[in-house]
């Protein structure tokens, strides 16, 4: 398959939050009932890569809504605890290289996860109205396939939904034989783009100074809550490292697990790229993640907001959203994955073969 248009500017970021996916060329009905092939983890506004550090698809989440709420919520959910002794600047490092090891796990988990996305996305100006999706999102080992259930309140057709998984099957069952000379090119550009993330995670410990903030209790659970600014001495000729260079935020570790349970960033400059011609961020955008645990030792993402601002050319541009993941499933690998469709939607996949007898 062809890599269709891309609205993305740069390097892609943590694989769920999504504001702009990469989509290959592949099947795209109209809005009631699509099914669109997407590239995991492609962020366009590349302040979205410092979310490599707390995890979000990715993948992707796909695109979302007006996150104005959503800093005042987590204040409102955040709740000091007696024991605040300081962690030693050794203690905070082991503790950011372990969330990162737990990362790239995590981010390997995702691949074998199926989940629902309830986006309300408005990326065209603040006047513009929002659009409201439900998707079901399934790995097929490559990227991503989304099942549109529902737009803006209303569901979309039975038969739309059912050919929707009709090609995830078709999707799956190529995708199932990795090794077959028709399909390796696509699982080599995946491991290529999987790399070049993994590069991205491993630069966060030593781009940025982490300092401490204090432990406190979110949503029920004891947190440690560190900040982040960039580390002025940390050269990197990678494309990401210009973003990290004018980012800084907070973000929140699970002291049990040691997992990236929730992660604020803004960036604090305008960030230009090619010297402001092609594009530029603007100072004050940002975006916030959640993470929770979805099986025993695996941290997902749960929630995305952001709200971007920047050029790209002569133009305006602005993304701003709201992603809610919810019921994370393992469906495993594509083999794995094309038994488990087969199972559920076997009725619909069956009966369009009979039609054609």
């Known amino acids: 398959m062809r890599m269709g248009k891309s609205t993305d500017l740069f390097l892609h ?6 504001v702009r996916l990469r989509r290959i060329d592949g099947v795209q009905a109209s809005h009631t009932g699509r099914t669109t092939m997407w590239r995991r983890a492609y962020i366009p506004m590349i302040l979205a890569s410092i979310l490599a550090a707390a995890g979000l698809a990715t993948a992707g989440l796909a695109t979302g ?25 050794e203690e905070i490092r082991a503790l950011v290289a372990r969330a990162i090891a737990d990362q790239h796990a995590d981010d390997s988990e995702l691949n074998e996860y199926d989940r629902t996305e309830h986006t309300i996305a408005r990326d065209s100006g603040k006047e513009a109205a929002p659009v409201e999706t439900v998707d079901r999102v399934f790995p097929i080992g490559t990227g991503d396939v989304r099942v ?4 803006d309140g209303k569901p979309v057709d039975a038969a739309a939904v059912e050919q929707a998984w009709r090609n995830i099957e078709k999707y799956l069952a190529v995708r ?43 949503d029920g659970r004891p947190m440690i809550e560190l900040a982040f600014e960039p580390d002025p001495s940390y050269k990197s000729s990678a494309r990401f490292a210009a973003v990290f260079a004018h980012t800084a935020g907070n973000v929140w570790f699970d002291e049990s697990s040691g997992q990236v349970a929730r992660l604020e960033a803004k960036l604090r400059e305008d960030v230009p790229f ?8 603007y100072r004050g955008s940002w975006i916030t993640i959640a993470q929770s645990e979805v099986a025993p030792g695996v941290w997902l993402p749960r929630q995305a907001s952001y709200d971007i601002e920047g050029r790209k050319f002569l133009f305006a541009a602005s993304w701003r959203g709201q992603i809610d993941a919810s019921a994370y499933r393992r469906v495993g690998p594509p083999a794995e994955a094309l038994t488990l469709v087969q199972r559920e939607h076997g009725e619909a996949i069956s009966s369009e073969g009979d039609a054609r007898r």
Do not use: C
């Open 148 to 151: 549109e259930l529902d737009r």
């Open 65 to 89: 809504v007006l996150a104005a709420t959503g800093a005042a919520k987590a204040q409102q959910n955040q709740k000091p605890i007696h024991d605040d002794t300081p962690m030693t600047l």
């Open 13 to 18: 970021g943590r694989r769920m939050i999504v």
């Open 274 to 281: 090619y010297g402001g011609l092609i594009a530029k961020l």
């Open 176 to 218: 199932s034989h990795p090794d077959d000379p028709a399909i390796r090119p696509e699982f080599e550009r995946t491991q290529r783009r999987e790399r070049a993330h993994a590069e991205m995670v491993d630069a966060i410990g030593g781009a940025f100074h982490f300092r401490w903030e204090g432990r406190v209790t979110r």
